[in-house]
């Protein structure tokens, strides 16, 4: 048998705040038992728990993986506006005119991640 991922562990400046802004992210909860200023904060939603972990060193640069978000009862765009103002900042736009691409948001604590369009909108440019 091979391994199996537990979970994605994040490290982070604040455990308690970035968790909750990935809790909201994914419409999920911290655990019960997390608390501001605990060394790690435990966010399980469907199909992934991420694992925050309290570490004394800032972001240096790019993330060498990061998320990519797809809508699942909203389009990418109001998804995008709806995460902006949950505190996320644009990073770089890649959406096209055609409706293709993607967004590039950074979380509360500097972490890329994209949203790409939802399955609807995909579905809705092949059936064109």
């Known amino acids: 048998m091979a391994s199996l991922v ?10 308690y ?5 990935w809790a909201e992210v994914l419409d999920s ?3 019960d038992d997390d608390k501001p200023g605990d ?13 925050f972990i309290a570490v004394p060193e800032g972001k240096a640069g790019k993330n060498r993986i990061h998320f990519d978000l ?6 990418r765009d109001e998804e995008v506006e709806r995460l902006l103002a949950l505190g996320a900042t644009l990073v770089a ?21 994209c949203v790409e369009r939802s399955a609807a909108e995909r579905a809705a ?4």
């Open 70 to 75: 797809q809508p699942t009862d909203r389009t």
């Open 29 to 31: 909860k911290l655990a």
């Open 39 to 51: 060394p790690e904060a435990l966010v399980q939603a469907e199909g992934l728990d991420l694992l």
């Open 17 to 21: 705040r970035l968790g909750s802004f």
């Open 6 to 15: 537990h979970h994605v562990t994040i490290d982070c400046a604040d455990t």
């Open 93 to 113: 736009d890649r959406r096209r005119p055609d409706g293709s691409g993607w967004a590039t948001l950074a979380d509360i604590e500097g972490n890329e991640f």
């Open 125 to 128: 440019r092949t059936a064109s």
